[in-house]
Antibody, heavy 116, light 107 residues
Framework: VQLVESGGGLVQPGKSLKLSCSAS????????MHWIRQAPGKGLDWVAY???????VYADAVKGRFTISRDNAKNTLYLQLNSLKSEDTAIYYC???????????WGQGVMVTVSS | DIQMTQSPSSISVSLGDRFTITCRAS??????LSWYQQKPEKSPKLMIY???NLEDGVPSRFSGSRSGSDYSLTINSLESEDTGIYFC?????????FGSGTKLEIK
């Protein structure tokens, strides 16, 4: 199992960014997937979830600004980040949901920095 | 939202000692709790799932337990490779919530 995030970078407040998480080593379409973020030197914050059937759930802090999606044909998870704020600055991880057990595999993370 | 209160926030432990981290859930989470280890500049690694189950490949000196709303991760006979930050996660209901983390150092 491998999860590889990409698409991060430095972006100005109010702008947009799209993160990708490329999955391999498992049947991607069968698993729910999460995005979790970690501000520099801080703890972990859950961001969003998409089920195998593409149902979605969002943290209040990002609802209406971020959109999680998936392309099962490309084995890729996405996170569209709009109207970015400085407080969105963090490392963003994608993680696989293992049934009702845990988030069992995590990507290496991608840094998003929101600054003027 | 379910609050996960994790303690201690940091600790220094001697090699070979036993150490326990606790997360207290503000609501019933019915064993929907997992523990993760994070090394510097690395992503979290699953250690314990569903409160008491050891993930494949994790040393048997790690164990998880539950007493009421308190969930604990215990490390028996601490080894140098066990340093890092440990987090709990509840996945009973959305939003998922993490404990604030425990930084484990070797004395």
């Amino acid at each position: 199992v491998q999860l590889v995030e990409s698409g991060g970078g430095l972006v100005q407040p109010g702008k947009s960014l799209k993160l990708s998480c490329s999955a391999s080593g498992f049947t991607f379409s069968s698993y729910g997937m999460h995005w979790i973020r970690q501000a520099p030197g801080k703890g972990l914050d859950w961001v969003a979830y998409i089920s195998s059937s593409s149902g979605t759930v969002y943290a209040d802090a990002v609802k209406g600004r971020f959109t999680i999606s998936r392309d099962n044909a490309k084995n890729t998870l996405y996170l569209q980040l709009n109207s970015l704020k400085s407080e969105d600055t963090a490392i963003y991880y994608c993680a696989r949901l293992w049934a009702t057990m845990a988030l069992d595999y995590w990507g290496q993370g991608v840094m998003v920095t929101v600054s003027s | 939202d379910i609050q996960m209160t994790q303690s201690p926030s940091s600790i220094s432990v001697s090699l070979g000692d036993r150490f326990t981290i606790t997360c207290r859930a503000s609501q019933d989470i019915g064993n929907y709790l997992s523990w993760y280890q994070q090394k510097p500049e690395k992503s979290p690694k699953l250690m314990i799932y569903r409160a008491t189950n050891l993930e494949d490949g994790v040393p048997s000196r790690f164990s998880g337990s539950r007493s009421g709303s308190d969930y604990s991760l215990t490390i028996n006979s601490l080894e140098s490779e066990d340093t890092g930050i440990y987090f709990c996660l509840q996945h009973k209901q959305y939003p998922l919530t993490f404990g604030s983390g425990t930084k484990l150092e070797i004395k």
